[in-house]
């Protein structure tokens, strides 16, 4: 067998048992009675574990280093030498942190994340500072060791993005605040110009469930090869080449949640669906980064589902499910509640316009923290003056600030800028499928999000893991990452919407 | 770490692997997207490969002989000592077959099953034949390896019921016959006695749902350790301590199915949920063989849930959840209906007198066919000779004769007899736990049937593995399986219902 039929080997058992590992995942945030707990978190960690030594094995790194030489890598495929690329990023990444060091920061991050807990429910954050500080240390030892050309918080950016930097993020920052912060203030003038109340009733359990999956029906999702559950936390995930699930939770006095979290989490799922067949069970099958697969969801929830055109088609639909409540409840008047802004503490219960200043501030935070220019004990007051400056408001307790999420508590730090570049790249994305495709608006007047999911095919979906998220931006819009498509996108629909 | 550790080690990692493998092998059979199948099949394929090359490895031989040497195996408590034989056991069983054989007899099973599949669909045995011949061959050669005393057929009943031999079964089957043809020909003289009729109509999936529930809580289910789910063939799963599940299907127009479906795999899960927690991740942690687990569902099925005094108590609430259907109907009548008696050609759906007449005959025709003294093209009409000798009726074709079950075409040769097993061990167990438990009846009639599983628990759950079926029999009533008791229960009861 030569090196390029090991890798492809290494790469099917990898997959096959992380198709195990994600089945087990689903089942354990869907389905799993209580009692199965114990035995359920061992087999998923042992099954993690040979899945990584697997990988990080010396055989591995003879493979890519065998496949590396002039020789044999002229002779490999544009794809194949993408397999080779890939796996040897991985490869590096994965040998870069000693096990022991590795374990150390998984076993404090699952002791953080019980304290957190607790810290969240007594709204005590001094409990829960030391832990912070003691991954923040573990992850300063790690940037070190993943090494970065600038800023050690570039290592841990390269995890969740890889390419993005410290110095880029910034620039990008500093053009948003400087259009949106005062764009925000001009909206929150003309507040009475939308009202969410419509959303806000009773929503029978059975009935959204059947509202979310026409939602995702037409957006295209293919149950065939998916199906949709209800859970606390919604998530999207593949339990391999042709299963990829959504989950979603229904709240008995609120539809957005709902079926605006389905129209998320099914943006996620066309992705995984429309990877490309042929890259199965090779290290370029899967996702460039969390925020291309951002980007997915975020264009679907905001720029499609929520766009006049598509409930125009769509709105009829969710009429149907709930005459009720929607029967004399004009187009025009869903259409603004749906998009209403309003600055508020909470990020996943944030618009479209605010959810941006949510990432920036934990940006800011979480760098300059990792950098020492911000003591963890002042975190709290920094985190609540920052929400002050961009968003007028203040948390009245942690609980409602810096306590809110979990991914500190997780020692996942780099993660959140990949909320703020999925919003980006999907609207320069979007912008050039308008460019592109004839009459896109019109078509999905007309329910045909179809053109719209072929062009995500094509541009985006076929490439599996083939490009870094910078050249698949490159590439499929001929143009690098600007921030100005998402402000113009904002700017354009809110100052109708708001009548600025 | 020593040899005892490093079993236990060993013994865990494949519980572990097991518990990822149930997980999706329950996900295929109830939730899985069609378009899963592919990648579902073969990660199922890779784990259990991993497992089972794990368990054949040398160092597995090594940690047994170790533990095998006197010294050694002096110093271990009963239960270790357990472990230790039960591992050899297992152990050796593996390794008789070479990777080769065992190899080409799975991939000659899966595609008889699919030849099998057409063949029952088109009632064209001549086209299943030479699949049927060529796995034959291939268990003649499996059952020299394994070795025998006596008969080839001998090895292979020992890998579903250990201990179990050609002989003492014909012996069981003489005896049966001898009594319970004849019986069975004065029950069906009394034909008129039951009708069955009241149990078709028009039941709807949701109420046979909620009563399927109750009818798991009512013999003591444990829901925060299981589920209950819908599948097309019924099954009950362990995916590891603390998580057994049932499935059942629902008849929109017959309730017996899924209500009697529902206590038979709740008897089955309620011993898997009563295996010692001590014995955990060890080799004596599960059920004894096929046939202890089927006495399990097939006493929670008939002589518990089909007697007269758990109707008493359980009847009522089937009245509740269908009051149209049964609200007119009396306890007798119903009871009548529940225990009719009548021969048909499907096993499946055979009642508890006529069912061991099903098992008898295939056992004496593979048995035959192992050893050459019947040819596999004259099966199709010994099957139809022997149903009409011991039931009086004869199929139309060979689809609802000798091509009505999948086991055969799966390579499954030993294992029917362990389901007449179940149903003779059951009886046993049952007149003891009568002789010893006070008034069981009259608790089952208040609907006390946790006395029961208790007995149960103490006398074969807490005992996992740890003993051959013949032993445990033996440990729990005193007495070798003797099919008198099974003989008399029939008796007892039925000369009752049809006033013989």
Do not use: C
């Amino acid at each position: 067998m030569d090196a390029l039929e090991k890798l492809k080997a290494l790469s099917k058992e990898l997959e096959l048992i992380n198709a195990a590992v994600a089945t087990m995942a689903w089942d354990q945030r869907t389905y799993m009675p209580p009692k199965s707990a114990g035995t359920r978190s061992e087999a998923i960690g042992y099954l993690s574990t040979i899945a990584f030594k697997k990988f990080i094995s010396d055989e591995t790194g003879e493979i890519i280093r065998e496949l590396e030489k002039e020789d044999n890598f002229n002779r490999l495929d544009e794809n194949e030498k993408a397999m080779v690329r890939i796996a040897k990023r991985e490869y590096e990444k994965a040998k870069a942190i000693p096990p022991e060091l590795f374990q150390k920061f998984t076993i404090t991050a699952s002791k953080s994340e019980t304290v957190w807990e607790q810290a969240k429910k007594n709204n005590d954050f001094k409990s829960f500072q030391p832990y912070l500080e003691e991954l923040l240390e573990m992850l300063r030892e790690m940037a070190e060791l993943y090494g970065y050309k600038e800023n050690p918080y570039d290592a841990l950016l390269d995890k969740y993005e890889p390419g993005i930097t410290t110095r880029k993020l910034k620039k990008i920052i500093e053009t948003l605040k400087a259009e949106l912060i005062p764009f925000l203030r001009e909206i929150i003038e003309q507040k009475g110009k939308t009202d969410p109340s419509i959303l806000y009733g009773r929503f029978g359990k059975k009935a959204q469930e059947k509202l979310s999956i026409r939602a995702l029906k037409a957006i295209g999702y293919d149950f065939e090869a998916g199906r949709l559950d209800e859970t606390v936390h919604p998530f999207t995930i593949s339990l391999g080449a042709g299963d990829v699930r959504v989950t979603t939770k229904y709240d008995p006095h609120f539809l957005q949640p709902s079926l605006y979290g389905t129209f998320h989490e099914g943006g996620h799922a066309l992705y995984e669906q429309g990877l490309p067949e042929e890259f199965k069970y090779t290290p370029i099958y899967g996702a460039v980064s969390l925020g291309i697969h951002e980007s997915q969801s975020r264009m679907m929830e905001n720029m499609v589902a929520r766009s006049y055109e598509f409930l125009k088609f769509f709105y009829p639909e969710i009429k149907k499910v709930f005459p009720k409540q929607f029967g004399r409840v004009s187009l025009d008047r869903f259409y603004r509640a749906i998009n209403h802004v309003e600055p508020s503490l909470i990020r996943i219960e944030a618009d479209e316009v605010t959810y941006n200043f949510h990432i920036m501030l934990r940006f800011e935070l979480e760098e300059a923290m990792l950098n020492k220019s911000l003591e963890v004990k002042d975190l709290p007051r920094a985190w609540n003056e920052k929400i002050k400056e961009y968003l007028g408001i203040e948390p009245q307790n942690d609980a409602e600030g810096v306590l809110q999420d979990v991914h500190w508590a997780n020692g996942m730090i780099g993660y959140f800028p990949s909320y703020m570049l999925g919003n980006l790249y999907a609207a320069q994305l979007f912008a050039k499928a308008e460019e592109e495709i004839p009459k896109l608006r019109k078509n999905i007047e007309k329910g045909n999000v179809a053109v719209l999911i072929e062009w995500l095919r094509e541009n985006i979906h076929r490439h599996g893991k083939k490009y870094l998220p910078e050249e698949l931006i490159k590439i499929s819009t001929g143009e690098e990452l600007n921030p100005e498509y998402f402000i113009r996108y904002i700017k354009e629909k809110y100052t109708k919407i708001y009548e600025i």
